[in-house]
């Protein structure tokens, strides 16, 4: 039985808190696991909740760069409490479009190296978000371990691309890339066993996907879409996904 993953994904979030039992019955049916990613410290009590609904959904706590202002003791304490049942920290990472001014960035910046700090104390795999700050990132990680550690939604070019992968990185494309030109050639230049899956929902998405706020139902067709540029069948290309998520998340 081959189970498929979405590598990121926000179920915490309020889009989906009617829906949540109707999209856990999904997963089961479609054999799809989840990575439930947070925002700060509230919505990774949330997630922590929710992953008590079902073992398919991955519970991933930590502070996006939109949240550095977050209380950083809180989550540390937050992640140690829970570093038994919680498979990953993030979403964590650096972004420029959150900054203001000197301070911001380096307020930023010291969130991010602390949550990296307790993955690595609790073995944990992490979620990177890396928007406009990919070169920031691959410096702060050279003092990190990346072995289980995501470049979530890659977005860099084909030298960026080969940095990631010379420093051992998975990298994850989502729904995207069943139109994106772009995506797909990144796709063709990655390493088979660092590619992921995911559909960062409730982001929406544009042409086949109607500006819907993206499901974890939008997986297969990923997978689909990624079997068919790589000249693999759809079974195949599942298998690799799966050994590549539980090579991420230690599993």
């Not at 930590?62 to 829970?82: F, R, S, T, V, W």
């Not at 570093?83 to 650096?94: F, K, M, R, T």
């Not at 410096?139 to 990631?164: C, P, R, V």
């Not at 559909?199 to 500006?211: A, L, N």
Request: with cysteine; hydrophobic share 35%.
């Amino acid at each position: 039985m081959t189970w498929l993953f979405d590598s990121h994904i926000h179920l915490s979030d309020p889009n989906y808190h009617e829906d949540l039992n109707h999209i856990i019955k999904g997963m089961e049916a479609m054999q799809i696991k989840a990575c439930c990613v947070s925002m700060d410290c509230d919505n990774s009590r949330r997630t922590l909740e929710i992953a008590k609904k079902s073992n398919l959904i991955l519970p991933f706590i930590g502070i996006h760069p939109e949240c550095a202002n977050d209380d950083l003791d809180q989550m540390l304490n937050l992640i140690q409490d829970n570093s038994d049942i919680v498979s990953g920290i993030g979403e964590i990472g650096l972004d420029p479009t959150y900054v203001n001014s000197n301070e911001d960035k380096k307020n930023q910046i010291h969130v991010f190296e602390s949550l990296l700090s307790i993955a690595e104390k609790y073995n944990k795999p992490v979620s990177i978000h890396s928007r406009k700050s990919l070169d920031d990132v691959f410096e702060i990680m050279t003092s990190y371990k990346a072995k289980h550690a995501l470049l979530h939604w890659f977005d860099g070019n084909k030298k960026q691309l080969q940095k990631a992968m010379d420093m051992n990185f998975f990298v994850s494309y989502g729904p995207v890339m069943v139109y994106a030109n772009d995506k797909q050639t990144l796709l063709t230049k990655t390493e088979q066993d660092k590619i992921l899956v995911e559909t960062d929902g409730p982001v929406r998405f544009s042409r086949c996907f109607e500006m819907k706020s993206a499901q974890i139902g939008f997986i297969p067709s990923v997978v689909f879409c990624s079997s068919k540029i790589l000249n693999k069948k759809y079974d195949e290309m599942a298998s690799i996904l799966e050994t590549n998520s539980k090579n991420f998340l230690g599993i």
